[in-house]
């Protein structure tokens, strides 16, 4: 993947219906979905759903199939999985080591003091 590729599939991403319906097709594998069942899920119109295939479509994350009448929608995992390689390709200088968790990292609830807010 190059920059123009990645630029363009973050900016289909950049948009909350837009990323809610590819990540509804990441959590629904190779079984994706039809138009309808958008929809119904996100509540959408369907000129809107449409458009957000589209845009998905033109960025290479999704992939459409034509079944009779219907075109059945699917994440494209392997562009997502380019897209993630391309934004971690030189992590860390390439050090995979330092990537790994720290281990000193703060516990999962930390305590945060909060100031006390007179109202007047």
Do not use: W
Not at 57 to 63: D, F, K, Q, V, Y
Not at 92 to 104: E, L, T, W
């Amino acid at each position: 993947m190059d920059m123009k590729e990645a630029v363009t599939a973050l900016g289909a991403l950049a948009h909350a219906s837009r990323l809610a319906i590819f990540r509804h097709l990441v959590e629904l594998g190779p079984e994706g979905a039809f138009p309808g069942d958008l929809i119904h899920k996100f509540d959408f119109p369907p000129a809107t759903v449409s458009f957000h295939l589209k845009t998905l479509a033109h960025a290479g994350l999704i992939e459409a199939e034509q079944q009779g009448r219907y075109i059945r929608y699917r994440a494209n995992f392997s562009e997502m999985q380019d897209l993630v390689d391309y934004l971690t390709q030189n992590c860390c200088g390439g050090d995979p080591s330092k990537c790994a968790p720290a281990a000193n990292a703060l516990p999962a609830e930390v305590a945060i003091p909060v100031k006390s807010i007179r109202v007047r």
